[in-house]
């Protein structure tokens, strides 16, 4: 046994002077390899991270969402709507809400105004106050007490002065909004009494939530019903692995790897090729050819994937994955900052490594075999 | 040329050494991130709080568009808002997937049956 291990070490020696032999050109190829595994696994522990955050901050959200359709497009819901919804069986309680966006010219950005439920005391608005998401207080540079304009699409004037600013604890879901009372709302945006953004509906039995949701869409089938499981099941698909632009992120580097590892083993040196035509005119074997070789690929994967994956996980966990801010911004101007807690989850690790070491491996063993099996005399010539 | 008495290290060892480094450096960051736990549970049940209050339903990561901003509550055809089968134009569109129930129809040329 101890002769096998000692074997297989002088391999590994053997394996790591042969790769220090060509500094520049491994390290290159690990760093490469390590770039890759880091941006892979940045985008896979981020969207992971992203997902479970939204889960958790999201739990809670409102069972039912109802949204008034015309033409395919959302419209204002109807004080008559509110009294066939709240006349059903099995809601508790209908909350009118009224939210919408605003593009904010002076700051060059949207928001989301949003007037706060009458029951939630926590954030309750008086007139000429406003509660400000974290975001939108970084961006227009606001602190409590300060003053705060709006300009409505129409030219109305909104003057606030800053109540509160919300907590970073929120910012991943609040850092675009701003809180303002009723009158405020109608007024700056000209909604008539009657009317509102959509209904918020608390269901007396959780388990009903389907049955309830179709009962509803039978007496307004001009109504869209989202449930709280629809909430969680678009945000489950946010950053998922099919979508474009990670998927092209994934797809264009790996295979620009792949390459490069090809390139790499397929066009093995003259010195390399005469140093496998020695060793084997000496008395090696092709099997212990392609053990060494094999442990030279293990000496690049396993310190390239683990320096990647733990740059990743710096990446991500102290950084909340800086480096994708641009990509995610777009071309809106707010961005929350908040703070993201990967997870080591096993299949992901399994994922990415099947997603890196294997097309490196595939790439190399071929033609490091095909050079081993040649006859020394051929291959020193 | 080595100093003398100097004895180099065999390369296992070196490789050895490295790949303890690197899980060394992994296994504190993982450490850390759990001395955080209990920090990031008060965080998340604030944020939640807040969330359940305001009636919050999609995180604020893409707010360029309604449909990127809410994509759990804008309509069918907000992502095609400017004209029918008109490709979208921002950016987080190519992030963010249209609703889940979205696109069961297709264009067929064939003549529907009466």
Redesign the interface.
């Known amino acids: 046994m101890s002769t096998l291990v000692e074997r297989e070490?002088h391999l590994?020696?053997?394996?790591?002077?042969s790769l220090?032999r060509r500094p520049t050109k491994n390290l290159g190829l690990t760093l490469v390899y390590a770039l890759v595994v880091f941006l892979l696994g940045s985008v896979m522990l981020f969207g992971s991270a992203?997902r479970r955050?939204?889960a958790?901050?999201?739990?809670?959200?409102?069972e039912i969402?109802a949204?008034n359709?015309v033409m395919?497009?959302?419209e204002l819901a109807t004080g008559a709507d509110l009294d066939a919804l709240k006349g059903l069986r099995g809601v508790r309680r209908v909350?009118p809400?009224l939210w919408g966006?605003l593009w904010d010219s002076a700051g060059a950005?949207?928001?989301?105004l949003?007037v706060?439920?009458p029951t939630?005391g926590?954030?309750a608005v008086a007139a000429g106050e406003s509660i400000v998401?974290e975001?939108v207080a970084r961006a227009r540079k606001l602190t409590v007490g300060k003053p705060f304009f709006l300009v409505s699409p129409t030219g109305k004037f909104l003057r606030t002065r800053v109540k509160a600013v919300?907590?970073?604890?929120?910012?991943?879901?609040?850092?675009?909004?701003v809180?303002v009372d009723e009158a405020s709302f109608r007024t700056f945006f000209g909604l008539p009494a009657d009317r509102w953004t959509?209904f918020?509906l608390t269901i007396t039995n959780p388990r009903e939530v389907s049955t309830v949701s179709e009962k509803a869409s039978v007496k307004l089938p001009g109504y869209?019903f989202?449930t709280r499981a629809?909430?969680h099941?678009?945000?489950e698909?946010?950053?998922?692995w099919?979508?474009?632009?990670?998927l092209a992120l994934f797809a264009s580097s790996l295979l620009a790897f792949v390459i490069l590892a090809f390139d790499k083993a397929s066009g093995l040196s003259a010195e390399e090729r005469r140093e496998i035509g020695i060793l084997k005119a000496i008395g090696w074997e092709t099997s212990d050819v392609l053990r060494m070789k094999l442990w030279e690929g293990v000496?690049i994967s396993?310190?390239a994937f683990?320096?990647g994956?733990?740059a990743a996980?710096?990446h991500v966990?102290a950084f909340s994955a800086g480096l994708f801010e641009p990509?995610?911004?777009?071309?809106?101007?707010?961005?929350?900052q908040f703070?993201l807690?990967?997870r080591?989850d096993a299949l992901e690790i399994a994922t990415l490594a099947l997603m890196t070491v294997v097309p490196y491996t595939a790439a190399t063993v071929v033609p490091i075999w095909k050079t081993a099996v040649t006859d020394p005399d051929t291959v020193m010539r | 040329m080595n100093a003398p008495g100097f004895v180099r290290p065999r390369g296992s060892t070196l490789f050895a050494a490295t790949v303890a480094v690197l899980l060394v450096g992994g296994a504190g960051s993982i450490g850390l991130a759990l001395l955080r736990g209990a920090a990031d549970e008060t965080r998340r049940a604030e944020g939640r709080a807040t969330a359940a209050a305001l009636g919050l339903t999609d995180v604020a990561l893409f707010g360029e568009a309604r449909y990127t901003r809410h994509p759990s509550q804008a309509d069918l055809a907000s992502a095609f808002q400017d004209g029918p089968a008109v490709l979208d134009h921002f950016p987080a569109g190519s992030l963010v997937r249209p609703p889940h129930d979205f696109g069961r129809g297709s264009f067929t040329t064939e003549e529907p049956i009466r």
Do not use: C
């Open positions: 070490r590994l020696d053997f394996a790591v002077a220090a992203v955050e939204a958790a901050i999201l739990a809670d959200a409102p969402v949204q359709m395919g497009r959302h909350e809400r966006y950005a949207n928001y989301t949003m706060p439920s939630d926590a954030h998401g975001a919300l907590s970073d604890a929120s910012a991943l879901v609040s850092a675009d909004l809180l959509d918020a869209r989202v629809d909430i099941r678009t945000n698909a946010l950053f998922s099919r979508e474009g632009l990670a000496v396993l310190t683990l320096l994956l733990l996980w710096v966990s990509v995610l911004k777009g071309w809106s101007t707010l961005y929350p703070a807690s990967p080591i």
